[in-house]
Structures are given as C-alpha cells and as structure tokens.
C-alpha cells in the first residue's frame, strides 16, 4: 500500500522560506501526479501546487504561483515545495496527495500524507 510523509513544517517569519519534502514509498513513483494541498484555520482544503511526474509539468494556484516552486527527485522517490516570500495566509496544515492526472480535485487523490504544519508570523 502506498504511503506519503511530508516534512520540513515549522514557524517561519513573514518574507521567510521553507522547503517541504514529500516522500513517498510503496508505489512507483513516476507514475503518478503528486499534489500539495493546504487547510488554512477555519477554511477547507485547497489544492496548490501539482505535479506529473511523467513529463514534468507543473501547477500552480494563483496565490503561490512566483513563490512557491515544486519540483520532484525520481532518485529519492520524494517531490519538494520550496516555498519563498512566506505570508501570514499561508499559515495551515500542508499534505501532500497522489492522483492520476494533473489536477486539483481532491476527490481524484487516493493516498494522503499525514499533513506538517506551516506557521508564518507577521
């Protein structure tokens, strides 16, 4: 059975930087589209960032697109989300998901990571 585990959450200053990591196992990994989704305090979910790993494309939503990059490690069967000009809205819980195509409807994402959280102080 597939497995996620993200990583590399934390406290960050506004205008800061993290990297979070996504590793996956149990899987073939560039198989598959690897998306990054996070749940604001008291709103849902939102998809982010994706990626297919296939050829490489990339998504992003419009409030990280020029700051948050992903990209993806076939060797260390892990995807990253580098994430700069950290604001106070970007605070919440970041999962990483896996799907079959390029896409941020949660629904079309089978296995979850456990989730690591990103506080970002103003």
């Known amino acids: 059975e597939g497995q996620l585990v993200e990583s590399g959450g934390g406290l960050v200053q506004a205008g800061g930087s993290l990297r979070l990591s996504c590793v996956a196992s149990?899987?073939?990994?560039?198989?598959?589209?690897i998306g990054w989704f996070r749940q604001a305090p008291g709103k849902e979910r939102e998809g982010i960032s994706c990626i297919k790993s296939t050829d490489g494309s990339t998504y992003y939503a419009d409030s990280v697109r020029g700051r948050f990059t992903i990209s993806s490690d076939f060797a260390k069967d892990t995807v990253y989300l580098q994430m700069n000009s950290l604001k106070p809205e970007d605070t919440g819980v970041y999962y990483c998901?896996?799907?079959?195509?390029?896409?941020?409807?949660?629904?079309?994402?089978?296995?979850w990571g456990q989730g690591t959280q990103i506080t970002v102080s103003s």
């Open positions: 149990g899987f073939t990994f560039d198989a598959y589209v």
């Open positions: 998901a896996r799907g079959d195509i390029a896409t941020m409807a949660q629904e079309l994402y089978d296995y």
